[in-house]
């Protein structure tokens, strides 16, 4: 599974509507300082609920939402709402239709080749709200979350390493390194375990 496109709505600094593709394999961005290269990591963290953890550049959600005076004029001017959709590719059947339809809580859900993960952020007068769509099905974060963790995609995981991450991990100590790659390996589950089991 890959994604195959973001579909980005005054999201951050893409006022406009912007569909952005991705290839199967790679794909890189380019593009000058400020130009919005590092926002199109946060709209993937935003949009399939890993943004906690990984650490989005926000201070709070609403921030998210395009502001055409970004740094001088009131954010209230702009639009009220952004949104995210991930097109996930899942042709290689790494999710089953059954894990999609229960975690949509509908059959109603088209074909799962293509699986959508959509977020909306709305703000209003004095507050805001959250809404997550799997194919187009209102559902809760807990339900993205439990799916994405079957295809492997987890907060914790690393399927997305920010800027400035690389140094981080050059500057680690031996041992700190070895817990990254035992976690990745999924041996820290039972280090974890182990030690808990010790303690009983
Ligand atoms: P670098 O090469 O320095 O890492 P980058 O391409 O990763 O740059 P980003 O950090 O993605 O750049 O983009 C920063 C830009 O996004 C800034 O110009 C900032 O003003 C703009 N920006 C951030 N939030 C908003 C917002 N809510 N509305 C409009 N613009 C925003
Ligand atoms: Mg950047």
């Not at 999201?11 to 593709?21: A, L, N």
């Not at 970004?70 to 999710?95: M, Y």
């Not at 959509?118 to 809760?140: A, C, G, I, P, Q």
Request: proline share 2%; aromatic share 8%; no cysteine.
């Amino acid at each position: 599974m890959h994604i195959r496109a973001l579909v980005l709505e005054n999201f951050k600094s893409f006022g406009r509507k912007t569909r952005i593709p991705f290839y199967e394999d790679f794909t890189t961005v380019s593009g000058p300082n400020g130009s919005g290269k590092s926002n199109i990591i946060d709209s993937v963290l935003f949009a399939l609920g890993l943004a906690r953890a990984r650490g989005i550049r926000a201070e709070k959600l609403t921030d998210l939402i395009y502001n055409p005076g970004h740094d001088g004029t009131d954010s209230q001017e702009g639009p009220r709402e952004a949104s995210v959709e991930v097109v996930l590719d899942n042709t290689d059947g790494t999710l089953a239709r059954e894990q999609v339809v229960s975690a949509a809580g509908s059959e109603d859900i088209g074909d799962v080749e293509t699986i959508s993960v959509r977020r909306r952020v709305k703000r209003t007068e004095d507050n805001y709200y959250s809404y997550y769509y799997l194919n187009d099905r209102s559902v809760n974060l807990s339900d993205i979350q439990d799916l994405l963790a079957q295809a492997g995609v987890t907060p914790e995981g690393y399927n997305v390493v920010m800027q400035g991450d690389v140094t981080g991990i050059i500057n680690m100590t031996a041992g700190q390194r070895r817990e990254i790659i035992d976690e990745i390996a999924g041996v820290a589950e039972f280090d974890a375990k182990k030690e808990s089991a010790f303690e009983e």
